[in-house]
Nanobody, 127 residues
Framework: VQLQASGGGSVQAGGSLRLSCAAS????????MAWFCQAPRQDREFVAG???????????DYADSVKGRFTISRDNAKNTVSLQMNSLKPEDTAVYFC??????????????????WGQGTLVTVSS
């Protein structure tokens, strides 16, 4: 699986951005997808994850810091996963990465390892 992220940029606090990640390869629907971020001099952190269960049913999980502000979604027909980021804060400034791994129904999206990573896209939020 190859992942290509886009949509980063600069925005003022309170603004919005939408990140997208396009995946190549087969059986996109069978992959757990996630977004991570890495701020300067900090470790990479989980932001949001999504797992397709079937039909229109998905499971999602979010870092506490983004709950209620960020929304992850996926389009299995287009092999894309998106992250809608609203009410952005300066502390959201980071490089954002999309990640993928084979679906495992018994694992936690937040803590499971991810095998495939895209290049990062920079999000800068100014106060």
């Amino acid at each position: 699986v190859q992942l290509q992220a886009s949509g980063g940029g600069s925005v003022q606090a309170g603004g919005s951005l939408r990140l997208s990640c396009a995946a190549s390869g087969r059986a996109f629907s069978t992959y757990d997808m996630a977004w991570f971020c890495q701020a300067p001099r900090q470790d990479r952190e989980f932001v949001a994850g999504i797992r397709w269960i079937g039909g229109t049913t998905h499971v999602t999980d979010y870092a506490d810091s983004v709950k209620g502000r960020f929304t992850i979604s996926r389009d299995n027909a287009k092999n894309t996963v998106s992250l809608q980021m609203n009410s952005l804060k300066p502390e959201d400034t980071a490089v954002y990465f999309c990640a993928a791994t084979s679906r495992s129904l018994r694992t936690n999206l937040k803590t499971r390892p991810y095998d495939y990573w895209g290049q990062g896209t920079l999000v800068t939020v100014s106060s």
